[in-house]
């Protein structure tokens, strides 16, 4: 089963996938695609990597998501993948440049389409908010909106998380 939780920030999307990831009866592996590129934003990964339970692997990969799919494919028993997030994602990818957005993006929903195990995306909602001010905001808003539209397409469920409650969208 593939599933894709979104939400807003705060909104308790990654408590709900890892709700969903640790319901699983296989071995589950976190694929965090954040950096830690400032203090605040080690502290937030360091907190996370303190409440997920111990006996969970951990990947980190901030650009090429799709070989760590393929790799745990190969597997025997392939782990449930928890991907968070795809908004992080997304921006390494708009700052690495053309070519490599194209690529990572093209690859990654390829081998999305074929993981054999359970896989949790975690993803932002930005339709609900405001149009940007500035060229690159925009451009992220339109990617992240049609990325999540292609990973809704290939989906078994898509969730979405509200003020930490759960609302089924599909099936």
């Given at each position: 089963m593939h599933t894709l939780v979104l939400g807003g920030i705060r909104s308790g999307k990654t408590?709900?996938?890892e709700q969903l990831a640790g319901d699983t009866h296989n071995s589950v592996v976190y694929l965090a695609t954040a950096?830690?590129?400032?203090?605040?934003?080690?502290?937030r990964i360091q907190r996370h990597q303190q409440q997920r339970p111990a006996k969970w692997g951990l990947e980190e990969e901030s650009l090429a998501l799709?070989?760590?799919?393929?790799?745990h494919a190969l597997a025997q028993s392939p782990?449930?993948?928890?991907?968070?997030?795809?908004?992080?994602?997304?921006s390494n990818l708009l700052h690495a440049g053309e070519?490599?957005?194209?690529?990572?993006?093209?690859?990654?929903?390829?081998e999305v389409s074929r993981y054999p195990g359970e896989l949790v995306i975690?993803?932002?909602?930005?339709?609900?908010?405001?149009?940007?001010?500035?060229?690159?905001?925009?451009?992220?808003?339109?990617?992240?909106?049609w990325?999540?539209?292609?990973l809704a397409n290939v989906s078994d469920k898509v969730m979405m998380s509200v003020a930490g409650l759960p609302m089924v969208l599909k099936p």
């Open positions: 408590a709900l996938a950096t830690a590129g400032d203090d605040e934003m080690r502290l799709a070989p760590v799919l393929a790799r782990p449930c993948l928890l991907v968070d997030c795809m908004s992080l994602w997304l070519k490599t957005f194209a690529r990572e993006r093209e690859a990654f929903l390829n975690v993803s932002n909602e930005v339709g609900l908010g405001t149009i940007g001010m500035d060229p690159l905001t925009r451009r992220f808003a339109d990617e992240l909106g990325l999540n539209q292609s």
